[in-house]
Nanobody, 116 residues
Framework: QVQLVESGGGLVQPGGSLRLSCAAS????????LSWYRQAPGKERELVAT????????ISADSVKGRFTMLRDNAKNTVYLQMNDLEPEDTAVYYCNAKRWTSSYWGQGTQVTVSS
């Protein structure tokens, strides 16, 4: 059974930091590309960052460049999103996605709220 379980969300003040984790099971994690997406209320889901299967390549949305870092640990079947200098505009539900060819899996999401 494929599972992606996000954690680490919460309420943080502007300028603060959070680290999201996504623990995977039920598939060959190291062969999948991974992404973090987010969806704010009333908006479409958007891509935040993507990392290659080996972790050697990452791509980030312009809105988070220099603030967010995506990492993966294939030994632990876990991917992370380190979020620094958070802004109110980062408030959203954050989702983990694993993709390889036509296979695509999603987690249930974790809420991040940036507010003073």
């Amino acid at each position: 059974q494929v599972q992606l379980v996000e954690s680490g969300g919460g309420l943080v003040q502007p300028g603060g930091s959070l680290r999201l984790s996504c623990a995977a099971s039920g598939f060959t994690f190291s062969t999948y590309g991974l992404s973090w997406y987010r969806q704010a209320p009333g908006k479409e889901r958007e891509l935040v960052a993507t990392i290659s299967s080996t972790g050697s390549s990452t791509i980030s949305a312009d809105s988070v460049k220099g603030r967010f870092t995506m990492l993966r640990d294939n030994a632990k079947n876990t991917v992370y999103l380190q979020m620094n200098d958070l802004e109110p505009e980062d408030t959203a539900v954050y989702y983990c996605n694993a993709k390889r060819w036509t296979s695509s899996y999603w987690g249930q999401g974790t809420q991040v709220t940036v507010s003073s």
